[in-house]
């Protein structure tokens, strides 16, 4: 079960043996009798369909739940302690018995083990196990998305023993077994503030005009062995998480930031892919092997930036023959972008926001990511080495964890060109990744960048991990995983042993079918988990920034447009918050156009529509529903009075005094710190691919 912010729920069958898509129900909130985000549940097919012609359900019983640890605010009423749990993730306040458990005082931030949970026949009861503190008290809201998510953050004492029993294995001044790459000039090219390294490269020029590159991604599965402690234990975290001003590690930070981490001057074993390409960009061989690597050179991406813009101005602080590197791999990475464009990949232009903060952990700026070509160079370069370990698997008939990116459906294309059809642009291909990226492009640099890429982004399906060769939609690619990131990802990981094997001259052992299935889905699983962990976090932090900003006016632009009401997001600072209908006007009638996504008023023709920049005022920040309400300006909408055309628009109408049910819950969501680069770092614009 996937529980959406506003209480309704998506269920999701497992993959048809046929191959055909699996069954997926919506269930409304008032449907999902109890059941939470994660839980296994038992549903209803009903008869009914939902606006878009999707099929509906309704939860018959909970099977297993996901969590049964809840974090929300301590109050006490008649004698007795209760738990409003944040986000109003329950209709009433949880019962915890004895005010004085714990030492929790009113007002205080609290973790509850549910003892039983809340039901249409009963309330809710719980024990009070950990008291974290009052709310505005720095570290409190970081601990508060910690325990909310279930992140695993220290490691058990037998995974540390066995940490240190790896490491004590390891000497870097013996190269055994492995080819010695220690010679090579090698570079890492990651965030400034990175701490953890997992790729370098190498690139040579080859007599006939090709090139040699070698992408060698730190050898994890030297020190993780199937099956131990480590193994088990970065099976379960099944990824590294990110949130601002903290890192949980998948791995020890022995392993994840040390022996594994391939930090400049130092020997370091490393997986490598070295890939031979003409002239032109063309795939000629691929080679796999173990090797030792000593990095030349770490970089941070603006550094690079400065050297490719004028190598010369370096002379004397960067070795010519690392600026020679960084020279060609600029240009390497060019021509393979150019391309992989060509065979139709994807490419959306959305902007990317990072807050910063001070040292009591609140926010100090926020401002947006600028991706340069330093990252371009690197996001090729992973794309490339994952490319080809997936074309190596495949070509051997082993079933792996795939990353895949289903295809959008026909009816959400079409509906697309419909909308930019109202915006000016013409489609007459949505089918055609060539046409949209075409459309991408020549929108970008416009006012209706953000309409287009939002519109396009609501079309596409979630990436995910299976055993399925279902291909790779943005990339335009039929077999594609994830292998540049093992510190960090469980995935490549399992990728990383496959392909050791294959450099060894031993025969790779598949997964099997089942296995892929229970894999692919529990790292998807947390994969989510840890970047809802992150938005959660990010947006706990701006709403604290906020709460004392009310009254003010901020920029803002639509990104999602109802039946009752507008979603606005700011442009600056990235919190999200429906705007009701009747906030819109209180004498006007308004008619939602499914199609091109708008609200138009019928008296005045003022008109709402996604992508557009607004104005709205900061009214109120509920920190328990962790939610922000807007007022909408009174100068934003564009009038778009119908021009009496013979089209037809589906239309509905929404009178703005009349409040919906979906309309009364607020939707306020942050959007996430990248931590710069892409193609399979953390943060990367490719880390959903």
């Known amino acids: 079960m996937q529980r959406t912010a506003r209480g309704a729920g998506f269920f999701r069958l497992p993959p048809r043996n046929d191959g055909g898509p699996p069954l997926e129900l919506f269930i409304r909130s008032s449907e999902m009798h109890g059941a939470m985000n994660g839980d296994v549940v038992r549903v209803r097919k009903l008869g009914r369909r939902r606006g878009g012609g999707g099929q509906c359900g309704e939860v018959v019983e909970v099977l297993e739940r996901s969590t049964t640890r809840f974090v929300g605010r301590y109050f006490e009423r008649d004698d007795r302690g209760w738990v409003r749990v944040d986000r109003r993730m329950f209709d009433g306040p949880i019962a915890v018995g004895d005010p004085a458990a714990k030492g929790a005082r009113p007002g205080d931030q609290v973790v509850l083990e549910m003892l039983s949970f ?174 030792a690597i000593r990095v030349t050179r770490r970089f941070g991406y603006e550094e690079v930036s400065e050297i490719l813009a004028d190598p010369e101005r370096f002379h004397g602080r960067v070795a010519a023959p690392v600026r020679e590197l960084l020279v060609d791999m600029h240009r390497l990475s060019r021509i393979l972008r150019s391309r992989r464009f060509d065979a139709g990949a994807l490419e959306l232009h959305l902007p990317e926001i990072r807050i910063e903060l001070d040292d009591q952990g609140r926010v100090e700026d926020v401002h947006q990511v600028v991706h340069d070509e330093s990252h371009q160079v690197i996001e090729e370069f992973m794309l490339a080495a994952n490319l080809a370990v997936a074309k190596e698997l495949s070509d051997r008939g082993l079933v792996f964890l795939r990353r895949v990116h289903p295809s959008p459906s026909p009816s959400k ?174 004498n006007d009638y308004f008619d939602f156009d499914r199609d091109e996504l708008t609200l138009t008023g019928r008296r005045t023709g003022r008109s709402f529509r996604l992508g557009d920049p607004v104005q709205v005022k900061i009214v109120a920040v509920d920190l328990d529903e962790r939610s922000i309400r807007f007022e909408m300006d009174r100068r934003s909408g564009l009038t778009r009075r119908s021009d009496g055309g013979s089209r037809r628009r589906k239309t509905s109408g929404s009178r703005s005094a009349k409040r919906s049910d979906a309309g009364t819950r607020k939707r306020s969501r942050g959007a996430k710190k990248r931590r710069g680069g892409r193609g399979g770092k953390k943060g990367r614009r490719g880390g959903q691919r």
């Open 413 to 586: 294309l079409r509906q697309f060109a419909t909308f930019v059809s109202g915006l000016g642009f013409r489609l007459d291909r949505p089918q055609s990744r060539h046409a949209l990226q075409k459309l991408i492009d020549s929108a970008s640099a416009g006012p209706l960048s953000h309409a287009v890429n939002y519109a396009l982004l609501r079309s596409f399906k979630q990436a995910e991990y299976t055993g399925r060769r279902d291909g790779h939609y943005a990339l335009a690619a039929e077999d594609y995983c994830h292998f540049t990131s093992p510190i960090r990802r469980y995935p490549d990981l399992v990728i990383h042993r496959m392909i050791a094997a294959i450099a060894t001259g031993k025969r790779p052992r598949g997964l099997g079918d089942a296995k892929a299935v229970r894999l692919g889905r529990s790292c998807s699983m947390a994969e989510r988990r840890s970047e809802q962990a992150e938005r959660a976090l990010v947006q706990l932090k701006l709403l604290h920034y906020l709460a004392g900003r009310r009254g003010e006016t901020i920029d803002a632009v639509v990104v999602g447009v109802e039946k009752f009401g507008v979603i606005c997001r700011g442009t600056r600072v990235p919190v999200e918050a429906l705007v009701h209908v009747k906030e819109l006007d209180g």
């Open 118 to 291: 809340p039901d249409g026949s009963r309330s809710g009861e719980g024990v009070l196990v950990e008291v974290l503190g009052r709310r505005d008290e720095p570290g409190v809201d970081q601990q508060t998305v910690v325990h909310e998510y279930g992140l695993r953050v220290e490691f058990p004492d037998e995974v540390l023993e066995a940490a240190r029993e790896a490491a004590s294995g390891f000497d870097e001044e013996i190269v055994a077994g492995r080819v010695d790459f220690t010679g090579l000039t090698v570079v890492t090219i990651d965030p400034s503030d990175a701490r953890d390294f997992d790729d370098a490269i190498s690139l040579d020029r080859l007599d006939d005009g090709g090139w040699r590159l070698g992408v060698h991604i730190a050898d994890v599965s030297h020190f993780v062995q199937p099956g131990g402690a480590l193994d088990r234990e970065a099976r379960l975290r099944g990824t590294s998480t990110y949130l601002p001003g903290q890192v949980i590690p998948m791995l020890p930070e022995l392993i994840s930031n040390g022996l594994a981490s391939l930090q400049q001057k130092r020997v370091r074993y490393v997986l490598s892919a070295l890939i031979d390409f003409s002239e032109e960009g063309i795939v000629r061989g691929v080679e796999f092997t173990r090797a």
